[in-house]
């Protein structure tokens, strides 16, 4: 059939009905649709779907939260008491183990710097190879909400 | 993997519990407990600040998770799906923080390491205290996690992200406490928290770089 009378049964498709007797291709169309048209949508079960990350997670427990903190907070402190220690001890040692550890990252600077030539340019390779890895490796998308 | 996890979880506890009491029994001869007066306070100091340090931690993820919990639940979700992925990224993540480290500490004369050296601490620092919340979450959801709708639906307590945290504060705290095995432990968790802190971009999932597509015509 002509492209014409497709157009026309297109624009008027109860008026032209008897085109569908002449025309395979409107006619396999308008079946395909009668059949979407008839099928039930399929029954979805929520609950037997997998608990998804985000349920329930707004939920704030505050009495588990504060009472846990609160329990290792006087736990800490009678501790610290029983060492004879302060919290101030604590920073102090954290300071320390902090510049120690820029210390010992100077100490190896210093080294570098005094090694030869080879050792310094397969630093510099060492260095290269491990930065291109992890750029390498942080090209690849999360997959998390995917899985 | 969840179910190698829960059972990997109940074995670990149990070799770790082995291995203190191993550590901490006198077994003959080769007695491990505090002999002297100063053993026993350099203990107990110890202990005292590896639970100072437990107490700050608890306060910091509480912190983090009130402030932007959905991307530390993302994180960990990220850390569930993909270990491996993470795991790998932390080791060579940290790889590079030290090797970039020495480099900026080599250019410290010339006056530009300085700043650059602070700026990858701070870098760093955060990029731990985010990926050790983030793990926080992913063990707290392992262990305690709900598994169906009508467990969430009769829990009062236990639910949500802040008491996820919270409980993977206590779970790796107390492992935290075991001699060595809670030193491997957390440093193992470091690597797992730096590398889902950036396969995720701290929570965010955008990439990391742009991706240069020729214009299609």
């Not at chain 1, 032209?16 to 979805?44: F, G, I």
């Not at chain 2, 080769?30 to 107490?55: E, G, R, S």
């Not at chain 2, 992925?85 to 970039?100: D, N």
Request: include cysteine; hydrophobic fraction near 55%.
């Amino acid at each position: 059939m002509t492209d014409n009378a497709c157009q026309q049964y297109l624009k008027d498709p109860e008026a032209n009905a008897a085109h569908l007797r002449t025309c395979a291709k409107c006619n396999a169309e308008a079946m395909a649709l009668a059949e979407k048209a008839d099928v039930e949508p399929p029954s979805l079960d929520v609950n037997a779907l997998p608990l998804a990350p985000w349920e329930g997670s707004s939920h704030r427990a505050w009495p588990l939260v504060l009472g846990t903190s609160a329990v290792v907070m006087i736990v800490a402190l009678a501790l610290l008491d029983a060492a004879g220690m302060s919290p101030l001890h604590v920073v102090e040692g954290s300071l320390a183990s902090m510049e120690a550890i820029r210390g010992l990252f100077g100490g190896w600077a210093t080294s570098l710097r005094s090694a030869s030539l080879g050792a310094q340019v397969a630093f510099g390779v060492a260095f290269l190879v491990v930065n291109g890895l992890l750029i390498a490796l942080l090209r690849r998308a999360p997959r998390g909400m995917d899985a | 993997m969840r179910r190698m996890l829960r059972l990997f979880v109940p074995l670990t506890f149990v070799a770790a519990s082995l291995v203190t009491a191993m550590v901490a029994a006198p077994f003959g001869s080769d007695i491990h407990a505090p002999l002297k007066f100063d053993d026993a306070t350099t203990m107990m100091q110890k202990t005292a600040v590896t639970v100072t340090l437990l107490a700050v931690w608890m306060i910091a993820a509480v912190a983090l998770t009130l402030l932007s919990g959905r991307e530390i639940r993302y994180s960990s979700v990220e850390m569930r799906a993909s270990a491996l992925h993470c795991f790998a990224l932390g080791l060579v993540a940290m790889t590079s923080f030290v090797l970039t480290a020495i480099v900026l500490n080599y250019l410290i004369p010339y006056h530009v390491g300085v700043p650059l050296l602070f700026a990858l601490g701070v870098f760093a620092i955060l990029t731990k205290i985010y990926g050790m919340v983030a793990v926080f979450h992913a063990v707290g959801t392992l262990i305690a996690g709900s598994r169906t709708r009508d467990q969430l639906a009769g829990r009062k307590w236990l639910r949500g992200d802040l008491a996820m945290v919270v409980i993977g504060v206590l779970i790796l705290g107390a492992i935290r406490l075991i001699p060595i095995v809670g030193l491997v432990v957390w440093s193992l968790t470091s690597v797992f928290g730096i590398g889902t802190a950036l396969a995720t971009k701290f929570g965010r999932r955008e990439p990391w770089f742009l991706a240069f597509r020729s214009v299609e015509t």
